[in-house]
């Protein structure tokens, strides 16, 4: 993992590394397991891509990974998906933003014809994106960091349509208080509006760190960790309301073909309660 600057975390060697990975593993997925995982626009562009996966291929086959690894990616698109699509069955129109969309393609799997989705990265995230996902009338992109707040200007919202945020993998690289200021920012300017992202706990956050460490990359330690969300967002703001929160592994189907490696980890890290996820709603 690099750091190029404050605000941009990557893992990986270079930039397309970083939205290569998540990308990468939901195409895996996509392709071994499609009842628990479907994503053809992911299989798609994995496949199209001028990139070499082997080395990051190898590097999680060798430590016996792999499959858990990718799955992380996919249980994060189906809980996100089932949250987004359950709250599109009120708003069959709402904004969307992806914070941090790097090549995701939730679009491609929830759009009802009718919602106008937004994705936001950071400037050379966006120019990659946008080579394997041309921008549509009601899929753009906005090429901001997330801690610029002129991003705000660049999201038609409308409270009637209302507005849902989706955060993958994003918030657990800065420090609290910067997280805090963006939550309280966003939950004034966005009221109605509803965020799901993923997150972890302490110690989550000190095995990732132990890793990033051996490997080097002290630069881009784990930071933001969540024990109590309902505590923490009593803490932050009176406008910001515990929707729902579970543990990482809690909504995903134990398929009987996952490898034994993979269903032992998601057993370990469910009993450490290491990731789980979080979802919010901006009050009035
Ligand atoms: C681990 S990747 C996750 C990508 C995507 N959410 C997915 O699931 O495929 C993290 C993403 O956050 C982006 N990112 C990092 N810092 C950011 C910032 N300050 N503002 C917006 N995006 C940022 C990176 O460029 C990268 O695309």
């Known amino acids: 993992m690099v750091k190029i600057s404050d605000d941009w975390v990557l893992s990986g060697d270079t930039v397309e590394e970083t939205m290569y990975m998540p990308l990468w593993g939901r195409g895996n997925i996509s392709k071994i397991y499609p009842k628990y995982f479907h994503d053809p626009k992911a299989e798609e562009i994995v496949k199209n891509l001028d990139y070499d996966f082997s080395k990051v291929e190898s590097f999680y086959t060798n430590k016996g990974i792999k499959e858990y690894y990718s799955l992380t990616f996919c249980a994060r698109a189906n809980n996100f998906d089932d949250a987004l699509l359950r709250y599109m069955e009120n708003n069959p129109q709402t904004i969307v933003v992806n914070l941090g969309a790097g090549l995701d393609t939730t679009f491609s799997r929830i759009d009802n014809g009718k919602i106008l989705f937004y994705n936001l990265d950071l400037p050379d995230a966006i120019e990659i994106r946008t080579k394997f996902i041309p921008e549509t009338d009601r899929q753009k992109c906005i090429s901001k960091s997330v801690f610029d707040y002129s991003w705000f200007e660049n999201v038609k919202f409308s409270r009637d349509k209302g507005i849902f945020f989706l955060a993958g993998g994003l918030f657990m690289y800065f420090e609290e208080e910067k997280v805090k200021l963006l939550f309280k920012d966003m939950a004034e300017r966005f009221s109605g509006g509803e965020l ?77 309660k290491m990731g789980k996820f979080v979802h919010v709603r901006f009050l009035e």
């Not at 309902?230 to 703001?237: E, I, N, V």
């Open 196 to 272: 799901i992202f993923d997150g972890s706990s302490k110690l989550g956050c000190k095995i990732a760190n132990r890793g990033l460490q051996k490997a080097g990359h002290e630069e881009v330690m784990w930071r933001f960790h969540i024990g109590n969300p309902k505590k923490l967002f009593a803490r932050w703001s009176k406008k910001i309301e515990l929707v729902d929160t579970y543990a990482y592994w809690k909504r995903t189907p134990k398929i009987p073909q996952f490898e034994k490696k993979t269903k032992k980890l998601m057993r370990i890290t469910s009993f450490l």
